[in-house]
């Protein structure tokens, strides 16, 4: 059993920026970070594979967030700057045990608890 806790959120203004975090218990293959805002489905916001060498974001955060993970702590972040009222979620840790990196919030094995996250305008 994997246990991830997310940290770093919280309120900031518009053009602003926040780094969450998310620690790991165990080494996992991909990690991500999805986000969902109210009334909307979850959606996925970045990725990076087990190296680190690969990543992927959706067209939403591209150019203003950046993932990073640190192997040797077992902790991924995700730096984002630019902030926009549209970011505000809570935002997910996802990480896979087996899988390769990926968009699709089914092929992670495990989840965190969320960290809420709020853009003033």
């Known amino acids: 059993q994997v246990q991830l806790g997310e940290s770093g959120g919280g309120l900031v203004q518009a053009g602003g920026s926040l780094r969450l975090s998310c620690a790991s218990s165990?080494?996992?293959?991909?990690m991500a970070w999805f986000r969902q805002a109210p009334g909307k489905e979850r959606e996925f916001a970045a990725g990076?594979?087990?190296?680190?060498?690969?990543?992927d974001y959706a067209d939403s955060v591209k150019g203003r967030f950046a993932i990073s993970r640190d192997n040797a702590k077992n902790t991924v972040y995700l730096q984002m700057n630019s902030l926009k009222p549209e970011d505000t979620a809570v935002y997910y840790c996802?990480?896979?045990?087996?899988?390769?990196?990926?968009?699709?919030?089914?092929?992670?094995?495990?989840w965190g608890q969320g960290t809420q996250v709020t853009v003033s305008s």
């Open positions: 990076i594979s087990r190296s680190g060498y690969n990543k």
């Open positions: 996802a990480a896979s045990v087996t899988s390769s990196l990926t968009q699709v919030p089914e092929r992670y094995d495990y």
């Open positions: 165990a080494r996992t293959f991909a």
